[in-house]
């Protein structure tokens, strides 16, 4: 399977196999005694042939076609039992495929724990493979499958043997990379095909989800901020899950504003998501949480014109929607103002600026080519690290 970024697809089990594959690990083999750099190898492209066949034809392991649509675009011609809860539609569809889809490579793993390499093949005794397809029926629909993406089954009287014929050397490595899933990472360091957890760098896969055109500025912009002191507080890659994002990546770091915000912890927080059940499911969020608003808000006077311009149009003005007041008991019992906005001299005119749950998202746009640019050029930028700077020579570290 060629990777490269997508869109649109022919189902929505295609857009959960495409999506599984999106996460895996780039290839790196670790050092081992049981499983040379050419079984590793060979186990990584075998796995490529199996996502490619899964994705031509999801219906191998028995995923359901349907129209494909995700939870924010659901399928324009598709009629829905409750318009208004469309995406539950979709989840339940999702989480159906991606049950199926999670069970085939259990069983990939299951196997390559429970089984002994014999003459270059993976063994393993009926009894044990009962225990795991416990019914006649369910094990020979599973060896089937085997079959149909690629592997060489065999069976006798009392074990199972399976191999490739085109990768003779790779059941070294599922034994290998079976193990290593199952003393580690789990299940994912097994799907994603992460022989050396220690190495896996996630930052990678990011990469790999930006347009070629915008890739070198990401790089560099998270070099900029690796070098600025920033710190890794979260990390994660799954290739599978029923919530939340497959990627997350969260980096941070501490001020503090002694006048503003007495002491309390001012975080410069950016966040890197990867959902696939959105239509755009990469998404940066370079400025998070309502403390770093607070205090550009209260220092507004200080700022360029032009980093003014920036914060009015990252922060938004006061739509009058009460949410703060009833996030704030006090303020509301108090009534000390309507709402809990901050008023800054913008332009020679007072303007009430909003600081609840401000953020700084930036998603990527499909273009007349298919192709996913995410505006990480010019003066939006530009804005972003000159607001990095401004904290940084303005407040003190924490």
């Not at 495409?18 to 005694?33: H, L």
Request: charge should be neutral; aromatic fraction near 14%.
């Amino acid at each position: 399977m060629i990777f490269s970024i997508k869109q649109d697809f022919a189902n929505s089990a295609q857009r959960l196999v495409y999506n599984f594959a999106a996460m895996r690990a780039d290839y790196k083999s670790t050092a081992s005694k049981t499983a040379t750099n050419e079984a590793q190898r060979q186990f990584f492209d075998f796995m490529t042939g199996v996502y490619t066949k899964l994705y031509d034809d999801p219906t191998i392991v028995g995923m359901i076609i349907d129209h494909d649509e995700t939870e924010d675009t659901p399928h324009p011609h598709r009629v829905y039992k409750e318009g208004t809860h469309r995406y539950l539609e979709s989840r339940k569809l999702l989480r159906k495929n991606q049950k199926i889809l999670a069970d085939f490579f259990a069983s990939l793993e299951w196997l390559g724990v429970y089984s002994k390499i014999v003459a270059d093949k993976l063994v393993i005794t009926v009894e044990d493979l009962k225990c795991h397809k416990p019914t006649k029926s369910k094990l020979s629909k599973l060896l089937d499958t085997f079959r149909s993406v690629g592997f060489d089954v065999v069976e006798q009287a009392d074990t199972v043997s399976i191999s490739c014929i085109a990768y003779p050397k790779m059941c070294d490595a599922w034994k290998l990379l079976s193990q290593v899933s199952d003393s580690n990472k789990g299940y994912d360091a097994f799907v994603r095909h992460v022989y050396d957890v220690e190495a896996d760098n996630i930052f990678d896969v990011m990469y790999r989800h930006v347009d070629k055109k915008s890739r070198n500025v990401v790089k560099n912009f998270f070099e900029f901020i690796d070098g600025r002191g920033f710190v890794v507080t979260q990390q994660k890659c799954v290739a599978s899950t029923g919530e939340g994002d497959n990627l997350r990546i969260r980096l941070s770091k501490k001020y503090i504003d002694i006048e503003i915000t007495k002491n309390a912890d001012v975080n410069l927080t950016i966040e890197v998501g990867y959902e696939y059940r959105r239509y755009r499911p990469l998404s940066f969020r370079l400025l998070t949480g309502k403390e770093p608003f607070y205090v550009l808000h209260h220092r507004f006077s200080q700022l360029s014109p032009g980093l003014q311009d920036f914060v009015v149009k990252i922060s938004g003005q006061c739509r009058a929607c009460g949410f703060c007041v009833q996030m704030n008991r006090d303020a509301a019992l108090k009534r000390e103002k309507p709402y809990n906005y901050n008023t800054v001299n913008y332009l020679g005119k007072e303007t009430n600026l909003c600081y609840y749950f401000k953020h700084v998202d930036l998603y990527g746009n499909w273009n007349e080519y298919g192709v996913l640019e995410f505006e990480f050029t010019g003066q939006f930028l530009q804005d972003i690290i000159e607001l990095y700077d401004w904290f940084e020579a303005t407040l003190v570290k924490g």
